[in-house]
């Protein structure tokens, strides 16, 4: 069984950071993408940021040049950096890990159960 595990939410003031750890634990070989989602109140949830495995990332416009996500494989965690933080990035986020090989075989999206971030103006 997969589970992954955020931390690092909470409230921030408008241009402040924060970060965001995940870590996943289970008899995991390897994680192939991972990243973090984020889903704001009468919002779909949407992909923030993912990064392969070979560290190749990509970000939501809405983010980029402000977030920087990152992963150490053989711990298996992924953070999200957030700097200059908005109103608009209050939400719910979710870390989420693609296409897992376990001793079970693959499973292919798993996620956590979710942290607060609040930015006050």
């Known amino acids: 069984q997969v589970q992954l595990v955020e931390s690092g939410g909470g409230l921030v003031q408008a241009g402040g950071s924060l970060r965001l750890s995940c870590a996943a634990s289970?008899?995991?070989?390897?994680?192939?993408?991972m990243g973090w989602h984020r889903q704001a109140p009468g919002k779909q949830r949407e992909l923030v940021a993912g990064i392969t495995s070979g560290g190749r990332t990509n970000y939501a416009d809405s983010v980029k040049g402000r977030f920087t996500i990152s992963r150490d494989n053989a711990k298996n965690t992924v953070n999200l950096q957030m700097n200059s933080v908005k109103p608009e990035d209050t939400a719910v986020y979710y870390c989420?890990?693609?296409?897992?090989?376990?001793?079970?075989?693959?499973?292919?999206?798993?996620w956590g159960q979710g942290t607060q971030v609040t930015v006050s103006s």
């Open positions: 289970g008899s995991i070989f390897s994680i192939n993408g």
């Open positions: 989420a890990a693609d296409r897992v090989r376990t001793m079970s075989g693959y499973g292919y999206r798993y």
